[in-house]
Structures are given as structure tokens and as C-alpha cells.
């Protein structure tokens, strides 16, 4: 969509780069950028997981949806800048990418799995069963806390370090 309409991609790319820079990301070199993606990232899946608990709307989806649709602009950038898309998925993209999304992806599987579970409690309740939702919740923390951030941490990393050693930036 956007390599189609390059002043509607740039367009959008200034309002990203406006709310990145509000969160002081942009400008930020080393630690302070891994700090910064880190935590961007801890905080959009741990709200995946917790708009879990909102029935019947599916929310967690919008993460991975919201990044497929991040992808592609920062794609259709690159191409207008010269870079050859190929180079940009592969240098640019997948050797985070590839773990970052594996940690969105169990993130959203954790909130869908909420969802799923109030969804089987409000349409199909069993008589005598105890609330077990306080045990999902925890159950979901845990497992956010101990597989998407460790995941997160390792995207980050390369991120920061790895990736603009490939793309020759620093």
C-alpha cells in the first residue's frame, strides 16, 4: 500500500518520528536506545496481554496487526530513500525482527488465550466452578515476565548493536 503512495507513507513517518520523539527514543545511541526499544516493546506486549481480559473483541490482535502495518511503512521509506527491499527485510528487519516477533506473537497468544477463557466463562459457565481468572492472570504474567521479555531484551539487543553494524550506520 504505501510504496504505492509515497507522500501518504511520508506523511505518516513524520507523525511517527513526532511521537517517538516525545518518547526520547529517536536521537538516542547505545544503551539509551536499548533502554528506550525495551521498553517500548515490554510495554506494547504486556498491554497485549492485558487487553485480553476485554471479551469477545480479540484486542491482543491489534499488536502484531499494528506491526505488520509499522513494516510495511518503514518499508515503503526505505525503498523511496534507494535501500532495495530485499536488503531492508534482510539486513535491516530480520535479525531482530525475527525474534521480536516471536516474542509479539506468544504475547498475543497469551492475551487471545484470556480472551478465549472469559469468552468459555460467560457463554458456557459450569456450575460449582471456582473463578480461576486471578490464576490465568497470574499464569499470563509469569509467562510474559519470563518468556517475551527475556526474548525482548535479546531484540533489543540487536537492535540497537547489531542491526545498524549491518545497514553500515554506525
Avoid at 45 to 60: A, D, K, Y
Avoid at 67 to 95: E, T
Avoid at 130 to 150: D, G, K, N
Wanted: hydrophobic letters at 55%; glycine letters at 10%; aromatic letters at 8%.
Amino acid at each position: 500500500y504505501y510504496t504505492s503512495r509515497p507522500a501518504a507513507a511520508q506523511k505518516i513517518v513524520g507523525e511517527l518520528v513526532k511521537l517517538l520523539g516525545n518518547k526520547h527514543i529517536l536521537g538516542e545511541k547505545g544503551w539509551r536506545l536499548f533502554v528506550g526499544i525495551f521498553v517500548n516493546n515490554a510495554v506494547s506486549t504486556l498491554i497485549t496481554v492485558l487487553i485480553g481480559i476485554v471479551p469477545f473483541l480479540f484486542l491482543p490482535l491489534a499488536n502484531p496487526v499494528l506491526n505488520g502495518g509499522v513494516i510495511g511503512l518503514l518499508a515503503a521509506v526505505s525503498k523511496q530513500a534507494g535501500m532495495p527491499l530485499v536488503r531492508f527485510f534482510l539486513v535491516g528487519i530480520a535479525p531482530h525482527g525475527i525474534i521480536e516477533l516471536a516474542a509479539v506473537l506468544y504475547a498475543t497468544g497469551l492475551g487471545l488465550s484470556l480472551t478465549l477463557e472469559i469468552i468459555r466463562k460467560i457463554l458456557v459457565p459450569s456450575p460449582g466452578e471456582s473463578p480461576s481468572f486471578p490464576r490465568l492472570i497470574v499464569h499470563a504474567m509469569r509467562s510474559w515476565a519470563t518468556i517475551v521479555l527475556p526474548l525482548l531484551l535479546a531484540a533489543a539487543l540487536v537492535e540497537t548493536f547489531i542491526t545498524p553494524l549491518l545497514l553500515g550506520i554506525r
